[in-house]
């Protein structure tokens, strides 16, 4: 009667592994099509169909004001329980309970970078549960589905059961009002399901729809589910055993037929590695059917969907059972949890000869409510999270909003989803807001919109202005320029008439720079620190239809001024590692051939620097011009400009606001191909250099070797010093750096860092608004002694959290 397929019997055993799958109601065309009828009917006439349906279907006939199950009926019922089934009852429902118990979820909450986000756990508020009862009565289903919809505090809890299994099992009754559940409705099936998911005049319209059920009610819940919600497709039973030689044949034999007698449609199958247990168990079957009530299911279930499977060994017994994803799976063999943990897909796994599967459906504590016909392989057993909804809570501060808002908008477009990118950058900025506030006066209102739409979305580049002691905020020479050096600058411009403009061309700083830099003088310009000569390169290159590369994070500048210039910014993200992506650098060239490529080498705000070999690979590669900014280059001690005279394409800037200390006086200066100096010099204003700044730089040049040299070899050895301590903080991780500075990814968010150190006088810069960067502060290299304290006010405050 049951199927026993050997072990070189693969083909029969596809086709009965097929059959047995093919009972997932998803695939049968016709009950679908006869339970779709039916809910279609009861929606149409309500109280009247499920009238006529428990007629047709339970044999029970019924009026609309006894669809409803009274107190007194239900009381009434349960007064006929025995005594010791009661008491049994009663500690099945305290061990399911405990068990539950255990799956409450609680809402919580992050808190980062002025941004507060959470998820809030609430019940569901309306929950049908349908309890069984066609061919057998299941009060522990009652239990099943009650006990973890009320742990997760569901407010109205109505239940649906076949009419028949109320009148005739005392037990349904009692469990219903032992767990003081008063609203149950005399209907099975599909209207049952029907009912709780459209509604009645009778029955109300629930939220979501729980609890097992043969295959029409597995088929309405399938159908219906999108109106209301479902827990899983729980239908007819199923169980699979995986034995070895250790496992007795009268058990195996006992725990297939417990889960056949369910129904015709139940699959139960023996997977083993023995042929002789194979044998053993059929016979034990045939002797032990004889004295089953319910004989008759159990022979159509064996034969409809039995199967005693023969295997090489274990791997193929798991593959065969992950392949069922069977509702139940017990496992009686050898170091059963080392199958366990083999097997993908099963709605809940009995381990070892003492615990049949029975243990689950009354007593044990996890729910029997269990998702069949390979359900398993994308829900789970009922529970208390099938009773509550997640809802998401965002809220954003001011400058989160500014630190991401662009962030968003470029996705927005990349979506092409124009509304949305304004929705984000409206809140920017007060022109922004104030564009569509009613008190604007009409006539700025008008003139606001002559300005570029992509700069007016554009956040300011700006710093906070907070001062401390020590300040360790913007990569500043912490020395300030020597004394020699200001009294030798001065002196000499004392001596110079202040009536007179500078030089049109300050030939003779040109020249030193061109001594300093190796480099031909034509071929330098310079500028009122180098962002005028980022700015000039950019008039002279981007605009509308013109592309910028830019390798992210970095110095905020690129993409401002590119943008206000119309020019589309391309991004190619750093690596993980924070080290440039060369090869995705050489694609995006490649593929979109800009028109300016940036590196910022050291890179602002990581202190990596590209490869030499990189650069050149990139140079070769680009038609277009490739800017190296080296504001930071005598701290990495490495320069790209010997590469000038092979790549016309070069472009490399430097300051005077970094190792030369020199920030105040706004000196830069680029060095290129003297062709293309002579293009940049076009977008720079006349005398854009005041006369003392040009003094100032002459006179550092002459004296760096001198004076400012030993200073910069003394920020590299602070560095070095700086970047191991920054290592030793637990809950610190600096970034490898070549520059006067150092990222430091933080356990505690950047923010409260920040705020922490300001407070004990210490500036630094949370760089947390930038891409990749949400854990990060950076560190300029201060004195010694301005490093020691902020070493020992990190490690005071990361040894406080
Ligand atoms: N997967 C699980 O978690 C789990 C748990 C417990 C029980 N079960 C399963 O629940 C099922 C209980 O089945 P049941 O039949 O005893 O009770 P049931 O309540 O699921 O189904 C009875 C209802 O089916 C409807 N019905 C019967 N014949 C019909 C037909 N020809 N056309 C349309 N509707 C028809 C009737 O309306 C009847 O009220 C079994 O299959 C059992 O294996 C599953
Ligand atoms: N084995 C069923 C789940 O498939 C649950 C049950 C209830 N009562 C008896 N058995
Ligand atoms: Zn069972």
Known sequence: MIELIGADEKQRRRARLERIAGRNVALDADLMREVAAIIENVKRRGDEALIEYTA????????????????????????RLEREVRDVMREAARRIRAFHERQRERSWEMRSNGTRLGQRVRPIERAGLYVPGGTASYPSSVLMNVIPAQVAGVERIVVATPPQTLAENPAVAAAL???????????????????????????????????????????????????VGIDSIAGPSEVAIIADETADARSVAADLLAQAEHDEEAAVVLV??????????????????????????????????????????????????????????????????????????????????????????????????????????????LGVYDFTRRASMLRYSREELERTARMIAVFARAEGLEAHARSALIRLDQQATQDVSATMDDGLRVALKRIKPRVRELRAYTLRSERAPIKVNQNENPFDAPERIKREALRR????????????????LRRKLAAFAGWDEEGIIVGNGSNELIQATMMVTLGEGRRALLSEPTFALYRQIATVLGADVLSVPLTERLTFDVAALRRAIERE????????????????????????????????LIVVDEAYFEFAERSAANLLRAHPNLIVFRTFSKAMAMAGWRVGYALAAPEIAREIGKAVLPYNLNAFSQIAAEVALEMYDAELLPLVQALIRER???????????????????????????????????????????????????????????????????????????REIFARS
């Open 493 to 508: 411009f004392e001596r110079r008439a202040w009536s007179r403009y500078p030089d049109f061309v300050p030939v003779e």
């Open 593 to 624: 051939d800009p028109d300016l490529t940036i590196i910022c080498s050291p890179n602002n705000p990581t202190g990596g620097v590209i490869e030499e070999d990189d650069l050149v690979r990139l140079l070769e590669k680009a038609s277009g």
């Open 272 to 381: 083993t590695t023995r042929g002789d247990l194979a044998d053993a168990v059929r016979r034990e079957i045939e002797i032990q059917l004889e004295m089953l009530p319910r004989r008759a299911i159990v022979e159509a279930s064996l034969r409809n969907y039995g199967a005693l499977i023969v295997v090489g060994d274990m791997d193929e017994a798991c593959a065969v059972v992950n392949e069922l994803a069977p509702e139940h799976l017990e496992i009686i063999a050898r170091d059963a949890e080392a199958i366990a943990d083999k097997i993908k897909h099963a709605g809940a796994i009995f381990l070892g000869a003492y615990t049949p599967e029975v243990v689950g459906d009354y007593f044990a504590g996890p729910n029997h409510v269990l998702p069949t016909g390979g359900a398993a392989r994308f829900s789970s057993a």
């Open 720 to 794: 070095e010093r700086l970047f191991e301590a920054l290592q030793e903080i637990s809950g610190l991780s600096p970034v490898p750096s070549k520059a006067n500075f150092i990222l430091v990814r933080s356990r505690i968010e950047p923010r409260r860092v920040y705020d922490e150190l300001l407070r004990r006088g210490i500036l630094i810069r949370d760089v947390s608004g930038y891409p990749m960067l949400a854990d990060c502060f950076r560190v300029s290299v201060g004195r010694p002694e301005e490093n020691d304290l902020l070493i020992e006010a990190l």
């Open 177 to 227: 009002v032992e767990l003081g559940v008063s609203e149950v409705y005399k209907v099975g099936g599909a209207q049952a399901i029907a009912a709780l998911a459209y509604g009645t005049r009778t029955v109300p319209r629930v939220d979501k729809i729980t609890g097992p059920g043969n295959k029409y009610v597995a088929a309405a819940k399938r159908l219906v589910f999108g109106v």
């Open 56 to 79: 047709r279907f339970d044999g029970v006939e019924l009026t609309c004001d006894r669809l409803r199950a009274s107190e007194d009926e239900l009381h009434h019922a349960a007064a």
